[in-house]
């Protein structure tokens, strides 16, 4: 079965810094996009980072220089390294893949992708 199991989230104060994970299951990883999603209360969830074996992207403009986004292939698992957190990062995050291609591309729209985890809750104070 696919399965995509996020963690790391918690609450943390504005500065700190959290690594969150995708875990992943149940289908060939190399040929699928891994999509990083938050969705704060009242908002749509809004696509952060994608990555696959060849590229990798950020979407959101205020968090480029502290998120960064990487793969481990023998882990089967994504990560989003976060920096700098500001309140306005609060929201629950999740992970997504979806088979574009071959080969595998990003994609910053939540309807382009097929599976999800449960999501993780970042909570930033101030």
């Known amino acids: 079965e696919v399965q995509l199991v996020e963690s790391g989230g918690g609450l943390v104060q504005a500065g700190g810094s959290l690594r969150l994970s995708c875990a992943t299951s149940?289908?060939?990883?190399?040929?699928?996009?891994i999509g990083w999603f938050r969705q704060a209360p009242g908002k749509e969830r809004e696509g952060v980072s994608c990555?696959?074996?060849?590229?990798?992207?950020i979407y959101i403009s205020s968090v480029k220089g502290r998120f960064t986004i990487s793969r481990d292939s023998a882990k089967n698992t994504v990560y989003l390294q976060i920096n700098g957190l500001t309140p306005e990062d609060t929201a629950v995050y999740y992970c997504?893949?979806?088979?574009?291609?071959?080969?595998?591309?990003?994609?910053?729209?939540?309807?382009?992708?097929?599976?999800w985890g449960q999501g993780t809750q970042v909570t930033v104070s101030s």
């Open positions: 149940g289908f060939d990883f190399d040929d699928y996009v």
């Open positions: 997504g893949a979806s088979l574009i291609g071959p080969p595998p591309r990003c994609s910053r729209w939540t309807h382009e992708y097929d599976y």
């Open positions: 990555i696959t074996y060849r590229d990798h992207e």
